[in-house]
């Protein structure tokens, strides 16, 4: 079969660059390898989207996107103003109902085996895998958007980077039969820093958020709480190493939580499947020990039960592509201006460590402009990445990988590949 686009990876940045692609009127296949799309934001459990200044530069997708969760009663708009917070499971049908309107091709389950481009370059040749079947696609654009720079390994590319440093990844879990009114009135009481606890009401139903780090330049009202449990043996130091809840939408009595955060060595690959498996392990008897510290410590919970446990690890960093510009933290601090904008971002550099003493949050004052060609492969025109694989060191790559981030990414490839492909037949 016969592609303008194929795109790999039907996670955040995925399903942005599928959805424009076909919207445009290219002739696009999304190919996913697991049976959902949404990746972080589905199975991941990474809700909400973090709030960041746009400057509504390829932001179209997000918008429209939050249309259609209209459309399934499955979003609310939170007291701050940020309309991305979704429920994930009416989600998932979402976003089929978003690319079947646009008529883009999707396959689920299925992965890339073999990529070879012709001998012009025009155009590459797909080998596909799709449980016990394989098939073949022509393809004259492919946007890699794996996470994981797959279609980059397959090529035999060069990265930036392969875990001389990394980000200490998480895997999220969600509890309900919390009684919200009693943790909501409790935690107001206890944590009066609204930075920090948030409570609100929507359809009269309440919403709220909270954290507790191991930063120690903030006064963590939760820190005498955990510190109790340290040393009560009800968790070990490491568990309290970062703590965040979020309401869910339409989940009443629902909190989705934004930890345990897994503790690796610094030059250990999180694509090895040795670590990649212990660490999923390690998350999940983390977890069972934060549930039980919910229920013992904070009121409200003592009918909560562990209703949902993330399918995937929340990897923050990890391989990074050699593009045709490398973004770096010095543009970021200094406002470096472009001619060809991709998105625009105002989130701070942070960087989830092993240790509390190399945990960063480095606000920065002003929105900064990443041009498209850090997603452009260094070595083929019509070949690109979408989402966390973008080219940046690593302190950059800290503030770019979040959600609206990669919304945006995938929006700006496929609006960059229409625009060539329009020059080529009218040139």
Not at 75 to 99: C, P, V
Not at 275 to 281: G, I, Q
Request: aromatic residues 12%.
């Amino acid at each position: 079969m016969k592609y303008d686009l194929t795109i790999f990876g039907g996670g955040t940045a995925g399903v942005a660059a599928a959805y424009i692609a076909a919207k445009y009127g290219l002739k696009t296949l999304l190919v996913e390898k697991s049976d959902v799309l949404g990746g972080s934001i589905t199975q991941g459990l990474v809700i909400p989207c973090m709030k960041v200044d746009t400057q509504k530069i390829n932001t179209e997708f997000f918008s429209n996107l939050t249309i259609f969760m209209d459309k399934y009663n499955a979003r609310i708009t939170y007291s701050d103003g940020n309309q991305g917070w979704f429920n994930f499971e009416l989600l998932k049908i979402a976003l089929d109902d978003m690319l079947s309107s646009v008529n883009c091709d999707v396959l689920f389950s299925c992965e890339p085996l073999e990529i070879n481009i012709s001998n012009n370059l025009n155009n590459f040749i797909c080998k596909l895998n799709h449980k016990l079947l394989s098939l073949y696609i022509d393809s004259n654009y492919i946007v890699d958007a794996t996470a994981n720079g797959k279609i980059f390994q397959l090529l035999n590319l060069d990265f930036q980077n392969k875990f001389e440093i990394s980000q200490t990844p998480t895997l999220r879990f969600m509890l309900s039969n919390i009684d919200m009114k009693t943790f909501t009135d409790w935690i107001l009481e206890v944590d009066k820093d609204r930075n920090i606890t948030t409570v609100c009401k929507i359809e009269s139903e309440i919403y709220m958020s909270t954290a507790y780090t191991w930063d120690k330049s903030k006064n963590w009202a939760l820190r005498p709480i955990f510190n109790k449990a340290v040393e009560c043996g009800d968790l070990e130091y490491n568990d309290t190493a970062y703590f965040q809840v979020f309401s869910v939408p339409k989940m009443y009595g629902t909190l989705a939580f934004n930890c345990p955060r897994i503790h690796i060595k610094d030059n250990e690959d999180m694509l090895n499947p040795f670590v990649y498996s212990k660490a999923l392990k390690q998350g999940r008897e983390r977890i069972y020990r934060l549930f039980n510290f919910c229920k013992k410590y904070l009121p409200g919970f003592e009918n909560a039960y562990i209703s949902n446990i993330s399918d995937m690890l929340g990897i923050r960093e990890s391989y990074r592509i050699k593009g045709k510009y490398t973004y770096t933290k010095d543009d970021i601090i200094q406002g470096k201006k472009f001619d060809n904008i991709a998105f625009a971002c105002d989130y701070p550099i942070d960087i989830h460590s092993n240790s509390n003493k190399n945990d960063k949050l480095e606000y920065v004052k002003r929105t900064y402009y990443v041009p498209i060609e850090v997603l452009i492969s260094e070595k083929y025109d019509n070949l690109y990445c979408a989402g966390r694989i973008l080219s940046a060191d690593f302190e950059a790559q800290a503030a770019l990988r979040t959600q609206m981030s990669c919304f945006s990414m995938g929006e700006a490839v496929s609006k960059d590949i229409v625009r060539k492909i329009n020059r080529q037949q009218y040139s």
